[in-house]
């Protein structure tokens, strides 16, 4: 606390505006839907003059607060697809409160007819800090899951195992409604239809945690802000009959608000994988060959759940989400090693693997909060626990010397693992003003426990397990991260800032139990740390003047091994393709720096931004090969660098045609010189992403979405290129009551992940592919009533 106090006081004497400024507010809307606009430009001119004096943008609840001098200014809100708001104001000693200023959708007049504009897609709306993402804008998400919205978001990468990458790096802190929750552990399990919309936090401030390299992927849920009963219903019908059906309904008065929903999700699936391999060990040339098909059964219940109180300035509230899966999968695997100088088989096998699995996830959050008199002022308070269970039970029958599943196996293994997660926050934030800036302070302890029983091992005749002691093991991994932070921001003429730094004390230990002592080493039996770090950012914000702003952000942050990565047990669900982890593994350090430029005119915006991220242990995925069968598990390694440029784009092309875009390149130098690599890998990537509407007649919206993903570089290898189009149509029906939606996913049937990994003795090729190529039709009904 005594380095942040030290910080706070040193921010203070530097800054500059001991003149007292008046503080005008507002908030900005559409007069149309009744709802705010956030990211809106406000700014203040004087006479005769082009450049802002100073400005902003509007927050999230599209309300604003500038600081300054008393004076006769005339006063500009701007947003892309609206009219310009413009009005003279006199600024007094107090302050002014200009209310609520509605923006109108910009119209077109020719020959008297006058044509409004068509609604606005604005899927991606850039901010300060990264950008905003609207999935029910992006038709190709309706019926999906939030990993099909990640999927149609800029500089964001969700491989085939649904991990999330983001500007190339595989380590992102995503939160649920601000919070740490065990909902993130499975993104395909919430519906697309759930969330409100999606933060991209590419540089985040010491107000957020320092955890992950990549930044902060927030996930918004529904809640239901309107006065009044609102209801909404849809259903999702596909092929393969998939199904996603869901009901949501809220009552909200001035003094409390209760919302709930609930939703039913089917998702069976299909896909297949090759694997290839070539290893020379021993002067001996063999060639590894895996072929796997599989099936996969998904269902899921989730119910979600809470209610505002509201007195005075006082706002209780309750949240909470609980979420339930079966699942039942079969996979079947046909592998031969063969001796290329001899064509002699080593190996010949085939694996059928059923398995099935429930999970429970809870995620409740109580919250309360308080407003004051000055809008600047505020503090909010909130405990949640969030508790994932798993079981999952596996049975393997084993063919030997064959490849084709016939008559009896020659025996049968299997396995169970009971997994326990629980995730416990207390958090405390408050603002105030502080000579004509802001000061925001809190405090956030996190509180994690990971618990992995794990069974393998002989199915007996009698159907139980005799465990190999080899494999069976339980891990238990624990962890305290307690933290203070202080920011500091203030707005000058034309230039905003915040400066800020976060320490965090860390506390973890992790142990096994259940295991024969003879086959780990004693420093792997138990393992605890603590440290002490502090992360310090930066974010600059200069208004050149309403069509441009350049802004600079700088953060200090890192990513610890997380629990399943720290598990030094085999993993033996395919025998020749085994994963191991690393008890010792220490956390990364990462240095980023960020500089960017937003442009907007009219209907058309273009934000660019300039990254760089130095990580130093860089972990990654390491692949070595020892009698024909492949360890993979993570390492650290010296250092990875990864520096590039991201353009977002809007244009209003016609009254009928708009196009959302966005373009990443960066270059990757991952040096892994530490485990043998003979000098670092470099590589160039990128990813483009496009969205285009058009507005058909009779009432039709037609789009179409595009990705493309270059291939991108590890530190055995890479992947492959990735790309593929979706087409949707939507038509609203009865004042938009009735919307009915048909999305055509991977048109062309071209997206799979592929791959390649080499080593020291090895090279291998890998291509994995699913059932992509679907259709769904969505229907949605929305009421409300006063």
Not at 136 to 152: H, W
Not at 512 to 535: G, M, P
Request: aromatic share 12%; hydrophobic share 35%.
């Amino acid at each position: 606390m005594k380095y942040i106090l030290i910080l706070v006081l040193s921010l203070l004497s530097i800054n500059s505006v001991f003149c007292q400024n008046a503080i005008v507010e507002g908030v900005v809307s559409d007069p149309d839907s009744g709802k705010v606009i956030p990211f809106a430009q406000v700014a203040f001119y004087q006479e005769n003059s082009n450049a802002p004096i100073t400005g902003a943008t509007t927050a999230e609840d599209g309300s604003f607060s500038i600081p300054i001098e008393p004076g006769d200014y005339k006063l500009v809100v701007s947003f892309v697809g609206y009219q310009d708001f413009e009005k003279q104001v006199t600024i007094a000693d107090s302050g002014l409160d200009v209310g609520e200023i509605s923006l109108n959708v910009e119209e077109e007049i020719m020959e008297e007819v006058v044509v409004k504009g068509n609604e606005r897609k604005t899927p991606v709306l850039a901010t300060m800090e990264g950008m905003t993402i609207k999935p029910d804008q992006t038709i190709a998400n309706v019926g999906g899951s939030l990993l099909d919205i990640l999927r149609n978001t800029p500089s964001v990468n969700v491989s085939d195992d649904g991990s999330v990458s983001l500007r190339g790096s595989g380590s992102t802190n995503i939160l649920i409604d601000g919070r740490n929750s065990a909902l993130a552990t499975d993104l395909e399990q919430i519906p697309a239809s759930a969330i409100e919309e999606v933060e991209i936090i590419n540089n985040p401030n010491a107000k957020y945690d320092a955890s992950s390299d990549g930044g902060v992927i927030n996930i918004k849920l529904k809640r239901g802000e309107d006065l009044g009963t609102t209801a909404r219903a849809e259903l999702t019908v596909g092929t393969r009959m998939r199904t996603n059906a869901n009901v949501n309904l809220s009552r909200r008065t001035t003094k409390f608000a209760v919302y709930g929903g609930y939703s039913f999700r089917q998702w069976p699936r299909v896909g297949s994988r090759e694997t290839e391999r070539r290893s020379t060990f021993n002067d001996e040339n063999e060639l590894f060959r895996q072929e796997q098909s599989s099936r996969n059964e998904d269902r899921e219940h989730t119910i979600n759940y809470g209610g505002d109180y509201f007195w005075g300035q006082n706002k209780l509230s309750f949240e909470g989400v609980f979420n339930t899966e079966d699942e039942n999968d079969f996979q079947s695997s046909s592998a031969f090693i063969q001796n290329l100088d001899t064509d002699e088989f080593l190996t010949r096998y085939v694996r059928n693997n059923t398995e099935t699995e429930k999970n429970y996830t809870y995620d409740n959050a109580i919250i309360y909060e308080r407003d004051f008199d000055d809008k600047e002022k505020f503090f909010r308070a909130l405990a949640s626990v969030s508790i994932r269970d798993q079981v999952e039970d596996q049975n393997i029958a084993i063919y030997n010397n064959r490849l084709i599943a016939e008559g009896n196996p020659n025996r049968t293994e299997g396995s169970t693992t009971d997994e326990f997660r629980n995730t416990s926050v207390i958090q405390i934030d408050y603002a105030t003003p502080v000579l004509g800036g802001l000061l925001e302070t809190g405090y956030k302890s996190i509180f994690r426990k990971f618990d992995n029983d794990y069974i393998y091992g002989l199915v007996e005749n009698t159907g139980e397990i005799s465990p190999y002691d080899s494999i069976s093991n339980r891990f238990v991994y624990q962890d305290q991260i307690h933290a203070l932070y202080g920011i500091y921001s203030d707005s000058l003429p034309n230039f905003n800032y915040a400066v800020g730094l976060r320490a965090e004390q860390t506390i973890l230990e992790n142990e096994l139990s259940n295991v024969n002592t003879s086959l780990v080493d004693e420093e792997d039996i138990s393992n605890s740390q603590q440290y002490l770090n502090f992360f310090p950012s930066v974010q600059l914000a200069y208004h050149l003047n309403t069509n441009n702003t350049l802004k600079a952000t700088y953060s200090r942050r890192i990513d610890r091994p997380r629990a399943w990565r720290l598990n030094p047990f085999p993993d033996f669900a395919d025998s020749l393709n085994v994963r191991v982890g690393e008890p010792n593994l220490q956390p990364e350090y990462i240095n980023s720096f960020e500089i960017g430029h937003m442009y907007q005119n009219g209907g058309f915006t273009l934000t660019t931004n300039a990254f760089y991220r130095r990580i130093n242990n860089q972990v990654d995925w390491i692949v070595r090969v020892e009698d024909g069968i492949s360890y993979r598990g993570p390492q650290n390694l010296n250092t990875g660098q990864f520096y590039g440029l991201e353009f977002i784009n809007t244009t209003d092309i016609t009254n009928w045609w708009n196009l959302n875009a966005s373009y990443s390149i960066f270059q990757s130098v991952i040096d892994g010189t530490n485990i043998g690599a003979e000098e670092p890998n470099r590589g160039v990537s990128w990813y483009a992403k496009v969205t285009t509407d058009f507005s058909l007649p009779f009432g039709i919206n037609l789009q179409f979405t595009g990705n493309y993903f270059a291939p991108e570089i590890e530190a055995q290898g890479r992947d492959l290129a990735r790309y593929y189009i979706d087409g949707s149509l939507q038509r609203y029906f009865f004042n938009k009551q009735l919307t009915l939606s048909a999305s055509f996913r991977d048109l062309f049937d071209t997206r799979n992940f592929r791959g390649q990994n080499f080593g020291p003795g090895f090279e291998q090729t890998f291509t994995r592919k699913r059932e992509t190529q679907i259709m769904l039709f969505t229907a949605s009904y929305n009421f409300k009533a006063d």
